[in-house]
């Protein structure tokens, strides 16, 4: 696997970003790791993107018209172009990002942090442990022990994370959880007195 990294804020990129955004480009450099190009492809070191609706042809490296790629050369070819791809396009634009965030969070602090942390703290986590929710939740007209309770954690526990991500944003209107976990969410779990037959409802305040 092929990886470059970000100049100041970010991480390492691989074809795994670039499938995300465009998988048959992704597919074909991957063919093109695994099989032999020499005489097949005979591509320059360039490639084409898009300006405000017109075709530029761009040179990976200097005199890249020049070069021709071949199973000797194709792994730098890769990693300058996913450089190029995924970083130099959008560098403007992360310029003008990191300048943003800078005027939150000061930029030596970020350095503490490993991506996914800084993720987390920002987005909150993305995989609900129903025992953390469980120990969080308080009760109104009924308790812990009381076998309608009983049926509704033994459904969440077999909720899978996309269901369980679903019911709680049926709860609280949000689709992420804290960093601390659910102890700064006040949930509260009320039995009506309404029709056994019909539906949950949610409030939020």
């Not at 396009?89 to 992360?94: A, C, D, L, P, V």
């Not at 309770?149 to 033994?154: A, Q, S, Y």
Request: aromatic share 14%.
């Amino acid at each position: 696997m092929i990886f470059f990294a970000y100049k100041g804020i970010g991480r390492e990129s691989n074809l795994n970003d670039l499938e995300e955004i465009d998988p048959s480009l992704a597919k074909s450099l991957q063919y093109m790791i695994h099989n032999s190009i020499t005489g097949v492809l005979e591509l320059p070191f360039t490639y084409e993107v898009d300006f405000f609706g017109s075709r530029r042809v761009v040179e990976l490296v200097e005199n890249g018209q020049d070069i021709i790629l071949d199973d000797n050369n194709k792994h730098k070819y890769i990693t300058t172009f996913l450089k190029a791809k995924l970083c130099k396009e959008i560098e403007q634009q992360s310029e003008e990002f990191k300048a943003g965030l800078f005027e939150i969070i000061p930029e030596y602090l970020l350095k503490y942090f490993l991506p996914y942390e800084f993720e987390t703290l920002i987005c909150g986590q993305t995989e609900i442990e129903v025992s953390d929710l469980q120990q969080n939740v308080q009760y109104k007209n009924c308790s812990s022990s009381s076998q309608l309770i009983k049926w509704f954690w033994e459904a969440v526990n077999e909720f899978n994370q996309e269901e369980r991500m679903s019911l709680l944003f049926f709860i609280t209107g949000s689709s992420s959880i804290p960093y601390s976990g659910f102890k700064d969410f006040k949930i509260t779990v009320t039995r009506s007195n309404k029709d056994p037959n019909s539906l949950p409802i949610s409030h939020t305040w």
